[in-house]
């Protein structure tokens, strides 16, 4: 199995932070045509929902301030400037192969 | 737009069988691949396979043992069975729309909560 570590495993931050969590897979996730990296939201009590795939495609509707980042092995998220509803749990996920694994979550909180 | 409900049995004993059904409404479960994954507080996301329309499966090595997906065409849904549970199989169970790599789970539902307990 491919693990994917993140980092940090919890964040403070204020509305208006630029944000950067990191997400780390143990072998290559680059296939012949992308780069199968992805990352979802999760609110308290909610499904996860779709940001970005393929390391650095928003998924339509989700705002411009969150965009991705990396290759082969070590990815990143940014949130260029917070919003509160922005805080959240963030997971990054791997789907070059089955099966599929996510990172262990980063809890953004308020600081 | 696509919506997913899961539904099932909130308490199942040890040693049951966990029965799960997603419900696919506003598209159809042909075309595409179904996933179920799981969350609990000790495992966080937990992937647990997945069924395309047509029957073809892939589980998870960690579960395939006890795993058992199918698929209703004719009423728009899919299945998860989990056998012989533990109270390590408590968890949230999501199903979701997935496009086997070629594009990530982009649909999910909301999630039912399993209780394995007597």
């Known amino acids: 199995d491919i693990q994917m570590t993140q980092s940090p495993s919890s964040l403070s931050a204020s509305v208006g932070d630029r944000v950067t969590i990191t997400c780390r897979a143990s072998?290559?996730?680059?296939?012949?045509?992308?780069?199968?990296l992805n990352w979802y939201q999760q609110k308290p009590g909610k499904a996860p929902k779709l940001l970005i795939y393929?390391?650095?495609t928003l998924q339509s509707g989700v705002p411009s301030r969150f965009s991705g980042s990396g290759s082969g092995t070590d990815f990143t998220l940014t949130i260029s400037s917070l919003q509160p509803e922005d805080f959240a749990t963030y997971y990054c996920?791997?789907?070059?192969?089955?099966?599929?694994?996510f990172g262990q979550g980063t809890r953004l909180e308020i600081k | 737009q696509v919506q997913l409900q899961e539904s099932g049995p909130g308490l199942v004993k040890p040693s049951e069988t966990l029965s799960l059904t997603c419900t696919v409404s506003?598209?159809?479960?042909?075309?595409?691949?179904w996933s179920w994954i799981r969350q609990s507080p000790g495992k966080g996301l937990e992937w647990i396979g997945y069924?395309?329309?047509?029957?073809?499966?892939s589980y998870n090595p960690s579960l395939k043992s006890r795993v058992i997906m199918s698929v209703d065409t004719s009423n728009n849904q899919f299945s998860l069975k989990l056998r012989s549970v533990t109270a390590a199989d408590t968890a949230v169970y999501y199903c979701?729309?997935?496009?086997?790599?070629?594009?990530?789970?982009?649909?999910w539902g909301q999630g039912t909560t399993v209780t394995v307990s007597s």
């Open positions: 979701a729309r997935d496009h086997s790599g070629s594009y990530p789970m982009d649909v």
């Open positions: 506003g598209g159809s479960v042909s075309g595409y691949y």
């Open positions: 069924i395309y329309y047509s029957g073809s499966t």
């Open positions: 072998q290559t996730i680059s296939g012949s045509v992308s780069t199968y």
């Open positions: 393929d390391v650095s």
């Open positions: 996920q791997q789907s070059r192969s089955t099966p599929y694994t």
